[in-house]
């Protein structure tokens, strides 16, 4: 391998190197003012063009939501939600996004803002996205679904998230129908498939001690 070969391997390497560590400069900075609570700072770096190319898009757009979430009442909060669903291209990512923000709003009890995501999510070509989000909206707000044996059978394809979200609205029907036992199996099931600070995964565990106290 002559000089020249082995200086231009060099600058590429350096160059590398650079950049990750930029990277991972930008990311300190941004997570550093999330934890601040500066959402109007997360908001500015998350937009930057710059920041954009470096961090790619998807990633920034996940920081732009948070803190959006965050920061803004929920109707301005969906116009951010939509527009940024309108502009990825990624259709897991589009999946990602909606399946995030719908379930907090559903978990808040927020029926508005959770058919608005709803509407959006029905136009998804995922038919299991659709049923399951369908089914949740139901069973958290109407208290009750039709659906119940279709969602049993439908849980057996489904995976992460996915799997646990049907798991725990399935749980919370037939807590609602009066079957403790099926409920707290149900709710026991969908613990993996959330970690363990996660929202879902807190409920279902209450969900568990006190069926279990009912059931004793």
Do not use: P
């Not at 996940?62 to 951010?80: I, P």
């Amino acid at each position: 391998m002559s000089t020249l070969s082995i200086l231009i391997i060099g600058i590429i390497l350096i160059g590398v190197f650079s950049l990750d560590m930029i990277r991972k400069s930008k990311l300190k900075m941004i997570n550093a003012c999330l934890e601040a609570k500066n959402y109007d700072a997360v908001i500015s770096m998350a937009e930057n063009k710059w920041n954009r190319k470096m961090l790619l898009s998807h990633t920034c757009d996940l920081y732009l939501l948070r803190a959006s979430f965050l920061k803004m009442e929920t109707s301005e909060f969906l116009s951010v939600l939509f527009n940024v669903y309108k502009n990825e291209v990624n259709e897991e990512n589009k999946k990602d996004i909606m399946e995030t923000y719908y379930h907090l709003y559903l978990y808040q009890q927020n029926e508005e803002a959770a058919q608005a995501i709803l509407d959006k999510i029905m136009n998804s070509t995922d038919v299991n996205f659709k049923k399951v989000s369908q089914y949740a909206f139901d069973v958290n707000f109407h208290k009750n679904s039709e659906d119940l044996e279709e969602m049993e059978a439908l849980v057996e394809t489904l995976r992460s998230f996915e799997l646990g979200a049907c798991a725990y609205y399935i749980g919370e029907q037939y807590e609602q129908m009066g079957n403790w036992e099926m409920a707290q199996a149900y709710f026991q099931s969908c613990l993996g498939c959330f970690n363990e600070s996660h929202y879902y995964a807190k409920s279902a565990k209450e969900h568990v001690e006190e069926l279990t106290h009912k059931l004793a």
